[in-house]
């Protein structure tokens, strides 16, 4: 047997097979572990927000360096950020097994909560208004509607829908700082324009001209006119522009930009991205810890995650071993069998990384920040049939380069696609 197959099995984070221990000792696959973990995160809040009633329940926490802004701003983060990254996981049709009855349930509720967000009328309606940071989190919820049109919008009623409009449109009030913000506003814009919506074609147009200007080469992107070393080349910027260019092509829009070209160059930076983020991932299951908003905690992964659901991995990267590698990440995270240590007494996410860690928390960190965790969970909006989930787990770089195997090399990626104006 290879040593890295062997360090493999005795750091028990990942088994030779696909199949781990449950609460019960029974073996359960990667699959119905990511499964039942993502569904203890969204249970407390869709369940209650479904009702109107997140606001009343939700236990609440603030960084301890917070910035006096109202606490109220948690629902919506709560609530964007989850469904962010479980909307393509509700995407999946239904069948007959115990996942899909979980998937129905949350489905269920996540409809009645949208409508909820956006009624004046109801106990559960969401911060939209008098501060800038809305703009953050309705582009995650609009980033949900993007990665589950069919399933999460279509099916809302018109009254919900223009109600939508109406709240997207009015945050054109806020001046988004030069940062990551300008894709939110792209993301938001983007997304009108898919859904038939009078959007705004300048704040999309110029936050992809600033996002080509911050690109620094390799899959990272500068947030703004400075590079910072940490992960919004995870958070935000991968994910939200490809997401923009892909809404600004199913729009069938015509501008200056060619879209097709951009999507194509971004998502070359993107899989770049995604071998830089797998090589993060120890043998032990731990990745490098810097940067500001570290509690987002799975978000870190999410362009890896997003390139297996998307389908467009690197040749580098098989699907068994990037399975191996996020499950190793979520076990050594939030243990196997799942356990609370990430979780408060009422069952909502709490601040920390790897447990109840407050001091880790920004100015602006409150404990509905921290669902931007599922972001890390995209995979599960492919089937459970697919190699994906499917394939042999098999050790990740960092696997073999410490057990003295051979892996591949790591080289400098160029763009190769070059865009210009078209009128």
Known sequence: MKKSVIILCAILLIPAATFAKGKKGE????????????YKMAEPVLANMSEGKLQQNMLVEVSPSWDGRSKRVT??????????????????????????????QLRGWALKAYANAVDPDSPDYLLWRGHGQALVDAAYIAESFLRAYNTLWTPLDSVTKQRYFKEFQQLRRI????????LFSSVIESFLAKAGAEYDEYRINSAIRKVEEWYTGDGWYA????????????????????????????????????????YDRALKRAQKFSIVLERFIAPDGTFPVFGRSIPYRLATMQPLALMA???KLPSDLSNGQVRAALTAVMKRMYGMPVDNRNFNEKGYLTIGFCGKQSSVADWYTNNGSLYMTSLGFLPLGLPAGHPFWTDAAQPWTSVKAWGGEDFPKDHHWKDDITTRDLF
Request: proline share 6%; aromatic share 20%; hydrophobic share 35%.
């Open 175 to 182: 001046d988004p700082p030069y940062t990551n913000w300008l």
């Open 27 to 38: 073996e359960i696959s990667d699959r119905t572990y990511w499964c039942e973990l993502l």
């Open 309 to 311: 659901w998307y389908e």
């Open 223 to 262: 947030d703004g006119p400075s590079f910072a070393f940490d992960y919004y080349s995870s958070y935000v910027f991968h994910p939200m522009y490809l997401e923009t260019l892909q809404a600004m092509k199913d729009a069938k829009a015509h501008t200056r930009i060619d879209y097709d070209k951009y």
């Open 75 to 104: 629902y919506m983060e709560t609530f964007g950020r989850l469904m962010a990254g479980l909307a393509p996981w509700l995407a999946l049709p239904d069948d007959d097994t115990t996942e899909s009855t979980q998937r129905e």
